[in-house]
């Protein structure tokens, strides 16, 4: 089945210990992207990569990092979480990223106390 | 100013009724965009890409006007599944921007 998996699908943490949410995507998609949603907000991008190596940052990347070391995973790393980073993220992919329809992952609750 | 800028919410409609929602954006340079459906802060699914030719499928519509730099999605005949939350997103270069989201409550 195609899909892009996150994980954890929750997390409650405590202020600045270093966490990692995983993102995975079986259907060999360029592009991929972090977005966080926090209450009566739309998702704001956090970073986006157009291929393998290639990372630009979105609206939101304070505070965040991520890699792409490979085609089907992008990781989002907290180096010191916040509480201000207490949100909804989802992770997202589509084919080239222009034109394309993004798919999203199931999203992971973080709560940062 | 926010770059992409939905028209606020919510809409309560009974069922049969026909809605619209609009989406403003500022980035004349946007190349492509979508409408996406949200539910209940699920992951937000495809809804519709927006063509400049305007497009159709089934009871939604959606149009795009560059001269405005607006899009619309048009709902015929909502249904009570109708309800969620309907994001526009507008693409340049591999960046997304979303608008805050319109919430639909389609009643009975």
């Known amino acids: 089945e195609a899909q892009v998996t996150q994980n954890p699908r929750y997390l409650i943490t405590v202020t600045g210990k270093k966490l990692t949410v995983t993102c995975s995507q079986n259907m060999n998609h360029e592009y991929m992207s972090w977005y966080r949603q926090d209450p009566g907000l739309g998702l704001r991008q956090i970073y986006y990569s157009m291929n393998v190596e290639v990372t630009d940052k979105g609206d939101v990347p304070e505070g965040y990092k991520v890699s792409r070391k490979e085609k089907r995973n992008f990781p989002l790393i907290l180096e010191s979480p916040s509480p201000n980073q207490t949100s909804l993220y989802f992770c997202?992919?589509?084919?080239?990223?222009?034109?394309?329809?993004?798919?999203f992952g199931p999203g992971t609750r973080l709560t940062v106390l | 100013r926010k770059e992409v800028e939905q028209d606020p919410g919510p809409f309560n409609v009974p069922e049969g009724a026909t809605v619209a929602f609009n989406c403003t954006y500022s980035?004349?340079?946007?190349?492509?965009f979508f409408w996406y459906r949200q539910d209940c802060r699920k992951e937000p699914k495809l809804l519709m890409s927006v063509y400049s030719s305007g497009n159709e499928d089934g009871r939604f519509t959606a149009q795009l006007n560059r001269a405005s730099q607006y899009i619309s999605l048009l709902i015929r005949d909502s249904k009570l599944s109708d309800s969620a939350t309907y994001l526009c997103v507008d693409t340049n270069a591999g960046k997304s921007t979303f608008g805050d989201g319109t919430t639909l409550t389609v009643k009975p």
């Open positions: 980035n004349s340079a946007s190349q492509s």
């Open positions: 997202a992919s589509s084919f080239r990223g222009e034109y394309n329809e993004q798919f």
